[in-house]
């Protein structure tokens, strides 16, 4: 292979290490966050058992997924480690909601976010809508976790 040929290689494969830490499965706790089949939840319940005489102790985690609600199930030896999300919450300014349910959001730095869709909780989406027809100032926290991200909660500052 000579000099002059040049290889560009682009990744398409992301490993998502970054999206996640281990943590031994028997410190996970009732209402901290779990991965379970690739989704972040939240966990509702935590039951530890003993098996055999020769066997690991072993968790059973109940979770709900923060972003489309489904519950999990899963099933860990104790002394094993599993994935925790890095999640995170960051609250904007409403400052628009588009007729094809986009909303554009004011960062902490004055720029705009404009990427994030309406929550899926209907009893929100109506209270976010609610308090923008009638022209308060909102405030939304947008929580995120591997790569995704979600509007789940809503604050009113007061009217503009």
Do not use: W
């Given at each position: 292979?000579?000099?002059?040929?040049?290889?560009?290689?682009?990744?398409?494969?992301?490993?998502?290490?970054?999206?996640?830490?281990?943590?031994?499965?028997?410190t996970v706790r009732k209402n901290g966050f779990i991965v379970i089949k690739n989704r972040?939840?939240?966990?509702?319940?935590?039951?530890?058992?003993?098996?055999?005489?020769?066997?690991?102790?072993?968790?059973?985690?109940?979770?709900?997924?923060?972003?489309?609600?489904k519950k999990l199930e899963d099933i860990v030896p104790s002394s094993h480690n599993c994935?925790?999300?890095?999640?995170?919450?960051?609250?904007?300014?409403?400052?628009?909601?588009?007729?094809?349910?986009?909303?554009?959001?004011?960062t902490s730095d004055g720029n705009t976010k404009d990427d994030l869709r309406l929550p899926?909780?209907?009893?929100?989406?109506?209270?976010?809508?609610?308090?923008?027809?009638?022209?308060?100032?909102?405030?939304?926290?947008?929580?995120?976790?591997?790569?995704?991200?979600?509007?789940?909660?809503?604050?009113?500052?007061?009217?503009?």
């Open positions: 292979m000579s000099d002059s040929e040049e290889h560009h290689f682009e990744s398409k494969a992301d490993a998502g290490a970054s999206k996640t830490y281990p943590q031994q499965a028997g972040p939840c939240k966990v509702v319940e935590v039951s530890t058992s003993k098996t055999g005489k020769h066997g690991h102790a072993k968790c059973h985690f109940v979770a709900i997924d923060i972003f489309n609600g994935d925790i999300p890095h999640v995170n919450r960051t609250e904007y300014q409403l400052i628009d909601i588009s007729e094809d349910g986009f909303v554009s959001l004011l899926t909780d209907e009893t929100l989406v109506a209270q976010i809508k609610e308090g923008f027809e009638s022209g308060k100032d909102l405030v939304v926290t947008v929580q995120s976790a591997m790569g995704e991200e979600q509007i789940c909660a809503l604050k009113d500052v007061g009217p503009k």
